[in-house]
Every structure is written in C-alpha cells, then in structure tokens.
C-alpha cells in the first residue's frame, strides 16, 4: 500500500532533532473533491461563443452572449452544488441545501444552449439543445439532495442554533487555513490542519446531538475566535524574521488546543453514553414493574 512521504523535509517530517510524526490530521479520511476536471471543462466549453459572438450582427452578438453568460452560471451553480453537496454527505445531520443549485445549472445549461441554437440554427434545433443540454447535464452531474438527514425526532430550533455556530467555527478555522499560509511554512500548514480535523470532530458530535452546544459554545467561539487571532498575529510576525522562538510559542498552543478540544470531544460522548445507560436502566425497570424479564445475556 502506498504511504505519504515523511523525509526530514516533508509536512509531517521530524522537526530538529525529533522523531518523525505520523501522518495524520486531515488526511484522515480525506477524499477527492468532485468540483473539478469535468466541472471545470463547463467553463471552457462556451468560450467559443465569443468569436461567434464579435463575428455576427448586433442580434446574433447580443443572443451569443447571453448564451454565454448562461454556460458560465450554469458551471458556477453546478460547482457550488457540488460543493454544497459534499459538505451534506459530510455530516451526520444536515438540511437539504435552500437552493438546489445542480439543479438550476442544469436548467441554465439549456437555457444557455437554447439561445446558441436561435442564434446560429432555428426554433426547432433550438428546442431539442434546451432538452437534451438539460437532460445531459442532469445525468452528468446528478441532483441535489432534496431531502434533510437525520432529522427525525430532532429538535429543528436547536438544530437551527446549532448550524448557525458551527458555521461560524468553520469560517474561524477557515481563516486560520488562510493566515497560516502567509507564514510560508508547510509544517506548520500540516499542524494547522491537523487541529481543524479535531475540532471537526467536536462539531460532528455536536450535530449529532444538539443538546451539547451549551457545553461546547466557548470550544466553538471563544477558543476558536481566540485561535484565529493568534495564527493571524504569528504569520505576520513568523512571515518577517522567521522567529524560531514564535513558532515554537505558536505551536504549543496548537498543541493546547488541539488536546483541550479532543478532552471536550471525548467528554460529551461519555455524557452521551451515560445518557443512554440511564435510559436503558429506565426501561428496564419499567419492563420488570411490567413483569417482562429483560434478556441480560449480551452483558
């Protein structure tokens, strides 16, 4: 099987005179994101229309470029479709996204393709580009998800607060994604990373199970607003003299973080599991009033 490179150089190489770390962090079941290659040929295809466009007269330009414009919506939806897509399948819990986004970049798709035919054939040819542009592009790409997962029985306003600050977290990681970059450092890059797939671990936990925000609302704002600031701070100061010093501080408190939130993590599903041993021990009792001998044998 292969395995990453971990040479004194790499990401998650030895710093000096240290063992070499394995490799771990968001590389942990991470997958290949399906918003390229094919996604990015639809913004290249209706490029052509701009010659056809500049090569007609003042009718055919405008109904050329207006097919254009509709190809390049329809290849932005689908992307942020796609996008939108993965980020549902990534969670446990999640609402359908508001916009099928796929699905009206499939509609803009033959639009699009719509207006090229009235420009350069007739109505007829017109018609069956629309149908079959729409019809391809659905096939091509697949729908949106139209329905919520993992809502039953699921307080939807707690559900509802519950979204809006992991969101809010999310935006926190992802600027320290963003200013850890400036320093220029793939170590500290990979380190950053590696925390961002702990604290994604408490957030899918709280999603399971909302009731946990109240105990994990600091983790998500507090810490993380804290940690964002200080990774902002450290690359302007780390991008100037390299301060040997600084990344240590900087990456000790990675370390701080990144075992305060995995304690937090492991502590709410120990609470979730004392939860459901008191519902067990609950039930039981109220099948042995009933006088129905609970089966104990699996104990």
């Known amino acids: 099987m292969a395995q990453r490179y971990g040479g004194h ?52 330009m405008a109904q050329y470029l207006a097919a254009l414009g509709l190809l390049i919506l329809s290849a932005w939806l689908t992307r942020e479709g796609i996008l939108a897509q993965e980020a549902y399948e990534a969670r446990k819990v999640a609402r359908r996204p508001a916009l099928p986004r ?26 069956i580009f629309a149908v079959l542009g729409t019809v391809i592009h659905s096939f091509a790409f697949g729908l949106d998800p139209l329905t919520d997962k993992g809502m039953d029985g699921v307080d939807m306003f707690q559900t509802d607060r519950v979204a809006r600050a992991v969101d809010e977290a999310e935006k926190h990681l992802s600027a320290m ?87 937090r993590t492991e502590k709410l599903l120990l609470d979730d599991r004392s939860d459901l041993d008191i519902e067990i021990g609950v039930l039981r009792d109220r099948l042995q009033r009933e006088g129905i001998r609970p089966n104990t044998n699996n104990e």
């Not at 796929?102 to 018609?127: D, H, N, Q, R, T």
């Not at 850890?180 to 450092?185: E, F, N, V, Y």
């Not at 390299?242 to 240590?248: S, V």
């Open 9 to 60: 150089y790499s990401p998650d190489g030895p710093s000096e005179g240290g063992p070499r770390k394995p490799a771990t962090g968001s590389y942990r079941g991470a997958k290949r994101t399906r918003a390229g290659g094919r996604v990015n040929l639809l913004f290249l295809a209706p490029l052509p229309l701009i010659w056809k466009a500049f090569t007609t007269d003042p009718v055919g």
């Open 177 to 263: 994604s963003e200013a850890i970059k400036r320093a220029g450092d793939r170590q500290l890059e990979a380190r950053v990373d590696r925390f961002r797939t702990t604290a994604r671990d408490l957030f899918r936990t709280v999603e399971e199970d909302p009731r946990d925000l109240t105990a994990a609302r600091k983790y998500l704002s507090v810490y993380l607003l804290g940690a964002r600031d200080a990774t902002i701070k450290f690359a302007d100061i780390y991008g100037r003299n390299r301060d040997p010093q600084a990344k240590a501080d900087y990456s000790a408190l990675l370390d701080d973080l990144e075992g305060n939130f995995a304690a």
């Open 102 to 127: 796929k699905i009206v970049g499939s509609l803009c798709a033959g639009a699009g393709l719509f207006m090229a035919g009235i420009a350069g054939f007739g109505l007829p040819e017109a018609v």
